[in-house]
């Protein structure tokens, strides 16, 4: 059994008596099926192709011909975020000690923490830790010394504090407030509010930090230490003891 399928398109257009008609037939496709259909044959036959006039071409059908020009845009690269750098920790370790003339009747001196540890410490955030010293018995005076500067063991160095105006010292204690004053410095209770000292560097240089007269057999103060740090500053482990000395009044 055979089966045919027949398209024809078919255009008719009717013009002026000179104008020719024109006639678009398009194929004829055959499809033939024969028994369990072991044959497909396509057949694609274009009959007839008659040109268009050119006045009708003109009068009928306008095409405009464009050039698309397609134009690749370089591709930016995504934008990768630079982290946030990490600022660098610098532990700190200052170690309190204090110095005891165990032959002395009727003298004691102790300090509530044995160290204060600064961590962690970043630039320009100042951390403060504070102690308390205690001195008991008889009339005596409390001197106190570092024994080096506040140092890694490469040697760098977290100098003295010279305090917001750059005024302060051993001897004389000065404002320190400014996030971008660096250091690093006490304060006392016998100081003004937020003003500040430099440690003496040896023992040649300590300094008077509490007083026990005899009219009193117990006195104490509290100790606060401040470091601030530029962005600068080198990475370690920084470290430096005070000692406390009382020495009784003769």
């Known amino acids: 059994m055979s089966t045919f399928i027949k398209i024809i398109y078919k255009r008719n257009v009717s013009f002026s008596q000179n104008e020719r008609r024109s006639q678009i037939r398009i194929g004829v496709v055959r499809f033939q099926e024969n028994g369990i259909l072991r044959n497909i044959i396509l057949v694609l036959s274009i009959l007839s192709i008659l040109v268009f006039p050119s006045r009708i071409l003109a009068d009928q059908i306008q095409i405009d011909q464009t050039t698309i020009q397609t134009k690749s845009k370089p591709i930016s690269p995504t934008p990768t975020s630079t982290?946030?750098?990490?600022?660098?920790?610098?532990?700190?370790i200052i170690k309190l000690h204090v110095l005891e003339d165990k032959t002395i009747p009727y003298l004691s001196l102790s300090i509530s923490a044995d160290?204060?540890?600064?961590?962690?410490?970043?630039?320009?955030?100042?951390?403060?830790r504070n102690t308390t010293l205690s001195l008991n018995g008889t009339a005596a005076n409390v001197f106190m010394y570092s024994d080096s500067p506040l140092q890694?063991?490469?040697?760098?160095?977290?100098?003295?504090?010279?305090?917001?105006?750059?005024a302060c010292s051993e001897n004389d204690a000065d404002i320190w407030q400014q996030s971008l004053t660096y250091g690093f410095g006490y304060h006392i209770d016998s100081l003004p509010q937020n003003s500040y000292k430099q440690?003496?560097?040896?023992?040649?240089?300590?300094?008077?930090?509490?007083?026990?007269?005899?009219?009193?057999?117990?006195?104490?103060?509290?100790?606060?230490?401040?470091?601030?740090i530029p962005t600068a500053q080198a990475a370690g482990e920084y470290n430096t003891t005070s000692t406390y000395l009382a020495i009784p009044e003769l």
């Open 83 to 92: 982290p946030t750098p990490i600022l660098k920790s610098h532990p700190i």
């Open 115 to 128: 160290n204060l540890v600064f961590s962690p410490l970043t630039p320009a955030n100042p951390l403060t």
């Open 152 to 166: 890694t063991i490469k040697k760098a160095i977290i100098p003295a504090t010279t305090c917001d105006t750059g």
């Open 199 to 228: 440690l003496p560097q040896n023992i040649n240089k300590y300094i008077e930090v509490l007083a026990l007269d005899q009219t009193a057999n117990r006195t104490s103060t509290n100790l606060l230490y401040k470091i601030n």
